[in-house]
Structure formats: structure tokens, C-alpha cells
């Protein structure tokens, strides 16, 4: 062992006589260990929201929208899936439908008329998906009790049983808890869908052809989705309001939902996809807004908790400069038998890093160690809406972060060294033993 280690170590773990300084570097590692600790779970936190959010927004809606010309009529949907799955990676490949509607509960007395987005499904594509399957329920009061496969196999037939719809003219639907609750409305029961009159006919909406039948219930925890959207079968739409067909478009899910931002613009680079031109966008550029939020968001968390790490590097200053003081006669005396400047700049700007270390390794694992409590009990319930697709504080840990910690951590350790190794290294011999 070189003896500027040696001589660290033992300046490390200071003697009895030596308490006060013990306890200073001590309070100066716990700084450190405080502040990377609280960076490891800020950045855990945020890193289980942001993933949290895109499972809910790309299991909800599909990756990459294809939105036909409303000059060209409806294109022929299976040449144009069968084109696109020649031409990138797909999962699958179906049609949609939008139809903004109004509807009531006919069994509520005085219950309002409240705007949905009807948005039309194919439910033999969206049965493959499995982060589909994860937001459909059948409404029953054991649901959570059941195993995920029996779950899973129910919420397939009844997203499959969106096809099936009444000879009187009943269509079945999906809709949320919250949006249930607006319109009145419980599992089996009916909804009336209205329509804008004609000129002439007043300014009353009137009823249109069918009724919508509750089925089932789903919920992403998008509350702006939510709230506002009703699932139903994508021709089911057609016979209720028969001039929607023009609003067909195409709905495409990758295998990595995060590819769509490039998929969208290799698809915008081709002229023409089976013979109709398409506007193609991406869910990531429908809700860009939100992931720069997030992305700023976890910025700012970082530079905020860093300021942590940044008081504790004046406690590693103090520290520091209190042993160069402490240790002068034991400089000048290393210095007297030959130990070059640069061996002593060695052990003071080791000791400082080796405060940096331990706190850095100890605020790691007590980082890591919050994150599993926080992920495995659940400890702080969080309102329905506030965190998508959780009712618990999401947390995911990444080893990128985790790097970046340790690295500014360590930096800042670093920092804090030189001035206290650059004293130790200039201090006169003579000064030190007639001081000292």
C-alpha cells in the first residue's frame, strides 16, 4: 500500500483523541449520503411517472394515427395494413372511428346531456393487446379479487362483445368509472345518443337510431380521457349516425410505443400509402406538451436536490481545511523526511474524495432501499388521477440516473478538495513545527 493511502485511511477514521474532527467529517459524509439519497428517489419518482404515463397513453390509444383525405373518400384499409406492415414494425393495424355525440340517461330524472367522444374500435385488433386488456373490466365487485389471467381472459370477451350488438337496436359500450358516475348510469343500463337538428327542426337535439347498452367499464387513469371518451365498435357508430364514415382512419401500434416519433416521419416521407394520401401523426407529438413538461420537471428536481449535495460541500470545506490545521505538524514532519508536494496534495485530495465516496455509496443504498419500500408497500395513497395507471406513488429506477448522481456527486467531492489539498500542499515545513 502507497503510504498517502495509508496516511488517508488513517486521517479517515480519526483516533479517540480526535472526536471532534471524527464527528465533523462524519456530519459532512451524512450531508453528501442526504443528498444523493433524495436525488435517488426524486429521480426514481419521476422516471415511474413519465413510464407510468406512456403505458397508460400508448395502451389507450394507438401509436400512430393515419387520417385519410377527406376529398379521397374511404381508402382501402386492408391494402393500406398490408403496406404498412411490409414497411415497418407493427402489432397491429386497424381502423377507428371519432364521433363527437351528446347523450343522456333516459332513467335520471333532470340528468344532463353530456358531451362524449365516441370513438369506434376494432375489438378482435384490440383484444391482442394485452396493455389494452389491462384498462377493461366487466364491472364486477370482485374484479381486483381475480387472478390476471382470469382478468385478462374477461376483459377479452368483453371487449369482444362489442361486435355483438341487439336486433332492437341496443349497441353496447364501454365508459369509464368517472364518466358512469356523471351521466347516472350502471352496468346493463342505457343511454340515449342525440344528435344535432336539422334546419328547421328546431334547436332541441333529437334522438338518433339506437341505444347505447353499458357493458363494461375501462379506466386508464387519464382523467382528460377518461372522462370525456365511450368505446364502441367501430361499425356500430356507422349505423348510428350513418355519415361518420368519412372520419375512418387508421390506427397503427408498434411493438416499442417510443418509436412512433420516427415511424410518423418515415410514413410522412412516403407520397402515397395504397393509393390514398394520409395525414400521419404520432401520439408522442399529440401530447409533446406533457413529456417536455415532465422533461423539465425532473431537470429542475435535479439541480433543486443537487443544491443538497452542494451544502454538504462546504461541510467537506470545513472538514477539509480543520484537518490540513489539525495535522500541520504532521505535514511538516512528512515534509522534513522527504514526501514531495505532490504526496501530500495526494492525501488531502484523497480524503476528501473518499468523503465524497462513502456518502455517495451509503446515500445510494439508502435511495435504493426507499425506492423498493415506496414500490413493494403502499405507504402513501395517491387520489385516482393523479398518477396514470397507479393508485401509489410509481417508482422506477434507472441506472442512467442513478450515474449521473454518483458522477455530479463525486465532481462536486472533488471541488471541495482543492482548496484544502492546495493549503496542505504549500504549508512551510518550518511553519508547521514551530506551530504545530
Not at 49 to 55: D, G
Not at 61 to 90: E, K, W, Y
Not at 103 to 115: D, F, I, K, T
Not at 137 to 151: F, K, L, Q, T
Request: overall charge positive; hydrophobic content about 50%; glycine content about 10%.
Amino acid at each position: 500500500m502507497r503510504y498517502e493511502l495509508a496516511i488517508t485511511l488513517r486521517y479517515f477514521f480519526s483516533r479517540e483523541r480526535e472526536r471532534s474532527l471524527s464527528l465533523i467529517t462524519s456530519l459532512a459524509a451524512g450531508g453528501v449520503t442526504l443528498g444523493v439519497a433524495a436525488l435517488v428517489v426524486a429521480m426514481s419518482v419521476m422516471n415511474g411517472y413519465q413510464a407510468n404515463m406512456v403505458r397508460a397513453m400508448s395502451g389507450a390509444l394507438p401509436h400512430v394515427s393515419l387520417l385519410p383525405s377527406p376529398q379521397q373518400g374511404a381508402p382501402d384499409f386492408d391494402a393500406i395494413a398490408r403496406d404498412l406492415q411490409r414497411s415497418v414494425r407493427v402489432a397491429s393495424v386497424s381502423p377507428f372511428l371519432l364521433q363527437e355525440a351528446l347523450v343522456s340517461n333516459p332513467a335520471g330524472a333532470g340528468a344532463p346531456m353530456q358531451g362524449v367522444m365516441l370513438r369506434g374500435v376494432d375489438p378482435a385488433a384490440e383484444a391482442r393487446l394485452p396493455e389494452f386488456l389491462a384498462f377493461v373490466s366487466d364491472g364486477s365487485s370482485d374484479w381486483e379479487r381475480r387472478s390476471a389471467p382470469e382478468r385478462e381472459a374477461r376483459a377479452r370477451a368483453v371487449l369482444m362483445g362489442l361486435e355483438r350488438a341487439a336486433a332492437q337496436g341496443e349497441y353496447p359500450v364501454l365508459l369509464s368509472p368517472e364518466l358512469a358516475r356523471k351521466l347516472g348510469v350502471r352496468l346493463g343500463e342505457l343511454l340515449v345518443p342525440l344528435v344535432h337538428p336539422r334546419q328547421g327542426e328546431g334547436f332541441s337535439p333529437r334522438e338518433a337510431a339506437g341505444r347505447l347498452r353499458v357493458a363494461g367499464f375501462f379506466h386508464t387513469g387519464i382523467l382528460a380521457f377518461d372522462e370525456i371518451v365511450v368505446l364502441i365498435y367501430v361499425h356500430s357508430i356507422e349505423r348510428i349516425y350513418p355519415g361518420s364514415r368519412r372520419n375512418f382512419s387508421l390506427g397503427v401500434r408498434l411493438a416499442d410505443p417510443l418509436d412512433a416519433g420516427p415511424v410518423a416521419e418515415r410514413l410522412r416521407a412516403e407520397t402515397s400509402l395504397g393509393g390514398s394520401g394520409f395525414a400521419v401523426y404520432s401520439w408522442l407529438e399529440s401530447n409533446r406538451g406533457i413529456f417536455q413538461v415532465i422533461r423539465i420537471q425532473k431537470v429542475m428536481l435535479f439541480i433543486v436536490l443537487m443544491l443538497i449535495v452542494v451544502i454538504a460541500f462546504f461541510g467537506m470545506v470545513g472538514a477539509l481545511v480543520m484537518l490540513v490545521i489539525d495535522k500541520a505538524r504532521e505535514i511538516a514532519v512528512l515534509k522534513s523526511l522527504g514526501a514531495s508536494e505532490r504526496s501530500v496534495h495526494l492525501i488531502f485530495l484523497a480524503q476528501g474524495l473518499l468523503i465524497g465516496a462513502v456518502g455517495t455509496v451509503l446515500g445510494v443504498a439508502a435511495g435504493l432501499g426507499l425506492c423498493w419500500i415506496l414500490d413493494a408497500f403502499p405507504l402513501i395513497e395517491i387520489p385516482p388521477g393523479v398518477y396514470p395507471g397507479s393508485d401509489r406513488i410509481p417508482v422506477r429506477v434507472a441506472w442512467q440516473d442513478l450515474l449521473l448522481v454518483v458522477g455530479g456527486t463525486m465532481a462536486v467531492s472533488l471541488t471541495a478538495t482543492l482548496y484544502p489539498s492546495r493549503k496542505a500542499m504549500r504549508l512551510p515545513p518550518v511553519n508547521g513545527l514551530r506551530y504545530g
